[in-house]
């Protein structure tokens, strides 16, 4: 038996709500976001409205989860009905948050976008690969033609890596701008060791688990290998779960450790506060960390934590999980930190402060672009 979708018309409101001379006491924002249970997206989801905030005061945002996850049930996407009801509601359509270039995750289509009415704008997206020397991961060669037409549709267009800028750019579009994270700007805090003799062990994200058992065992070791270094140097490990998803798992793994989790944003923000170290795969962990001022050693499994290295001047500094000297490196490395050496972590300060006032420019642009382009008051 077939069942066939309707294919829902996508058309324009002459009463859009953008198209309305009316006093606007808020603006309406739909924000397309992967607003899962993993904790990172809400990092960036948290930075985004933040500062759009700043610069927009009464911006209201309507969440439109578009990744798959739990609770939420199947994506919301940028097509079909949702593009009329943007039409119809929104003053603004903002899409940010990880990896939605990852396998393209909006599915935006090309005949449907060139009719949405509000402004669009991308923030902060990025695009990843299933390990750290895979192409990047897109499975429909249909889509590297949508992402750059859905980029030519938006009014302004941020990347969080020159990774994923030089991607667009192959596709043709290279107005993109490279801002880092939204995530890392959170909070603007100098490297500084505190006094604590805790140290972060960030849990590695258990879809690895079921896509790739071999890399997962290894990341797993690698997890014992953190532990056992951070005991040797007196101080006390705790394993930090990023999704519900990864607690049993500690659990089951790490059953003498102590764990941290919280369904909480501002729990996990009190947390890494407090540690003295924050090392592992979890890559916004890392990037949460470096806003923090909280050293931070950073484990590369795919493109992201590459992107990532690479923009920011921290190659050298960042350690591929394939690395086959990965257990002298990371010694080296915490006994750098430890013995109170952040030059590394400083240089990294300076840069990240460049890209600071690139992304506050940014979102100040998107701004002022949102409030300009809306018909004056009623």
């Known amino acids: 038996m077939r069942i066939f979708k309707k294919k829902i018309k996508v058309r324009g409101f002459d009463e859009a709500r953008s198209l309305q001379k009316i006093d606007r006491k808020s603006y309406i924002i739909h924000h397309y976001c992967p607003h899962t249970f993993n904790a990172g997206d809400h990092f960036v989801i948290r930075s985004i409205r933040q500062h759009l905030t700043r610069f927009l005061p009464g911006a209201t945002f309507i969440p439109k989860p578009c990744a798959f996850n739990r609770g939420w049930g199947k994506p919301v996407r940028l097509t079909g009905e949702n593009v009329n009801f943007s039409n119809r509601y929104a003053d603004a359509v903002i899409v940010g948050g990880s990896d939605q270039y990852n396998n393209w995750s909006l599915r935006i289509l090309p005949d449907e976008i060139s009719k949405l009415q509000p402004p669009l704008y991308f923030i902060g997206l990025g695009v990843s690969s299933k390990n750290i020397d895979a192409p990047p991961h897109i499975e429909k060669k249909e889509y590297y ?10 009014r302004l267009s941020s990347v969080r890596d020159n990774y994923t800028r030089d991607f667009l750019i192959k ?3 290279e107005k993109a701008v490279v801002t880092g994270c939204p995530a890392m700007y959170l909070f603007d805090a100098p490297f500084a060791l505190n006094e604590s003799d805790d140290v972060a062990i960030t849990f590695p994200f258990p879809v690895v688990r079921r896509n790739n058992r071999a890399e997962f065992d290894r990341l797993l070791e690698t997890v014992r290998l953190i532990v056992r270094l951070v005991r040797a140097r007196g101080l006390n490990p705790i394993i930090s779960c ?3 998803r990864d607690v049993p798992l500690a659990q089951n793994y790490f ?3 102590r764990i941290f989790f919280s369904n909480y944003v501002d729990d996990f923000f009190s947390f890494y ?3 003295k170290l924050v090392i592992g795969s979890r890559l ?4 949460l960390a470096a806003g923090m001022g909280k050293p931070f050693i950073n484990i590369n499994l795919d493109a992201r934590g590459k992107g990532f290295s690479d923009t920011f001047g ?7 999980i394939n690395d086959p000297r990965l257990e002298r490196h990371l010694q080296d490395r915490m006994e750098r930190l430890l013995g109170g050496d952040l030059s590394p972590l400083q240089a ?5 402060n460049g890209y600071r006032r690139i992304f506050l420019k940014f979102m100040q642009d998107v701004s002022q672009d949102i409030a300009g382009r809306l018909p004056g008051k009623g």
Request: net charge negative; proline share 3%.
């Open 284 to 287: 916004h962990a890392s990037i």
């Open 348 to 352: 990294f300060y300076e840069t990240k």
């Open 273 to 275: 506060q407090q540690v």
């Open 314 to 320: 921290l190659s050298d500094w960042n350690l591929d």
């Open 242 to 244: 990023h999704d519900d």
């Open 171 to 173: 596709l043709g579009y």
């Open 255 to 257: 059953p003498e450790e």
């Open 145 to 154: 033609e949508h992402i750059r037409l859905a980029n030519e549709a938006t």
